[in-house]
């Protein structure tokens, strides 16, 4: 009778129940039951790979004579379990130690890749005999089937990981927007406020204003005009002209120092993808001006920040390029590690920006000289929003141009181990 003769054979509900339940020492212990007809499976090992492509073994499960074995790692070089994590089933039948030589003591040997759902090999599950395999097809056709059980559970628990990451990013996420509501919810009050406040002040000087030129007016026309009541009114006019400017002054020297708080909470992330996704939410509106985005990074760069806040201010810089950028020129993202923190510089070909403009960019309503090339509007807050993330964090933001027509980089400045030790994230009002 063939190998797949005596497999078909075999009581195949009573196979389905040795698969069956989770991978551990049980499961392997029927994985020997099962091939104990085609092979002495003195050694059961069920491994995951490590480095891309795979140079090393670790066993997360192994059972050897029948006894539960910890510890096992190795280099696969030189190893059948090596073919296997090419992507091949591998048998030998006898004579192992002969084409392995690492294999010493072992006669046969059956293994099989493990995937994951992108079908790439990220472990292998490998039984050793240690004399030749009897029935060598028999031995496969028992290994791929335990083997994908495996592959089931191992990538059943890579999804139920994935589900908790995902789960604890929407509830982290939940928790930010419910703060930056309330953030603007308490911002709205205040501006509330201040307008309140803004239109019952400077109703009486602007009343004293247009009364005194009315007066003046009447004067004139009467033919009345005297030069030294003349200066009186005009010292008044000036007098609530300033009142009124005082008055300005004082309104945003308050919102300037005025803020909603919300604290900051920092996580492991990555700094370069954040940079990706603000490149890739502002492609449209760039794609819409001919507008080029190139971004520069070597990789990966792993810092503690608030991923929410940090991708807003990255995304400000982005947008801002974009939004006074003329057509068919380009922004450069460019992400650089150094002296412990990690620097975002978003360097355009736009308007540039003169000496004043470079004092005052980062305060809030700012509106600076450059205009917006597409018709976007501008509230001036954006900038004033990014240095105060920045410096929550316990980094800054910094703008540089050569003038008027030069275009401008700016750049943000992140400690790569910011602890929030800063406590709280003042926001500007509005």
């Not at 940079?275 to 990074?297: C, M, T, Y």
């Not at 018709?375 to 929003?385: D, I, W």
Request: aromatic share 4%; hydrophobic share 40%.
């Amino acid at each position: 009778m063939s190998d797949v003769e005596a497999l078909s054979a075999a009581p195949l509900s009573a196979l389905a129940n040795e698969v069956g339940g989770e991978i551990g020492t049980a499961f392997l212990e029927r994985v020997v039951f099962a091939l104990r007809r085609a092979m002495d499976a003195r050694m059961v090992l069920v491994t995951v790979g490590n480095g891309n492509p795979a140079t090393r073994a670790e066993a997360t499960y192994a059972l050897k004579d029948g006894m539960p074995k910890a510890g096992i790692a190795y280099n696969l070089q030189g190893t059948p379990c090596h073919c296997v994590y090419r992507g091949e089933t591998f048998t030998v039948p006898r004579a192992l130690a002969q084409q392995f030589p690492r294999e010493s003591g072992w006669e046969g040997y059956v293994g099989v890749p493990i995937r994951d759902h992108e079908n790439r090999v990220v472990g292998n599950f490998a039984v050793f005999s240690e004399s030749p395999i009897v029935m060598p097809q028999m031995a496969t056709d028992i290994v791929k089937i335990f083997g994908a059980r495996i592959e089931a559970e191992m990538r059943h628990k890579t999804l139920i990981a994935e589900r908790e990451q995902l789960i604890d990013r929407l509830q982290s996420l939940n928790e930010s927007m419910e703060l930056r509501n309330q953030a603007l919810h308490e911002a709205n009050q205040f501006k509330t406020s201040v307008m309140g406040m803004v239109a019952h002040d400077i109703r009486n000087p602007l009343a004293a204003i247009v009364a005194k030129v009315e007066l003046m007016q009447a004067r004139l026309g009467n033919g009345r005009f005297d030069a030294e009541k003349a200066e009186v009114e005009f010292e008044k006019i000036m007098a609530n002209a300033d009142r009124l400017s005082g008055i300005i002054d004082a309104t945003l020297a308050r919102c300037r120092s005025e803020s909603a708080r919300i604290a900051i909470r920092p996580r492991e992330t990555d700094a370069t993808s954040l940079v990706r996704q603000a490149v890739s939410n502002n492609a449209e509106d760039a794609a819409r001006k001919d507008i080029a985005i190139r971004l520069e990074a070597d990789g990966p760069v792993m810092a503690l920040l608030d991923e929410t806040l940090c991708l807003e201010a990255i995304d400000n810089l982005i947008g801002n390029a974009v939004k006074y950028s003329p057509p068919a020129t380009e922004i450069t993202a460019r992400v650089e590690v150094g002296h412990g923190a990690v620097t975002v510089h978003v360097q355009d070909q736009g308007q540039g920006m003169t000496q004043s403009d470079l004092s005052y960019a980062f305060g809030a309503f700012q509106i600076l000289s450059a205009k917006p090339t597409g018709g976007e509007s501008a509230t001036g807050l954006g900038l004033s929003n990014v240095r105060q993330i920045a410096r929550a964090h316990g980094g800054d933001v910094t703008a540089a141009s050569d003038g008027p027509g030069k275009g401008a980089i700016f750049s943000l400045r992140l400690p790569l181990r910011s602890d929030g030790s800063q406590g709280q994230l003042a926001r500007s009002a509005g």
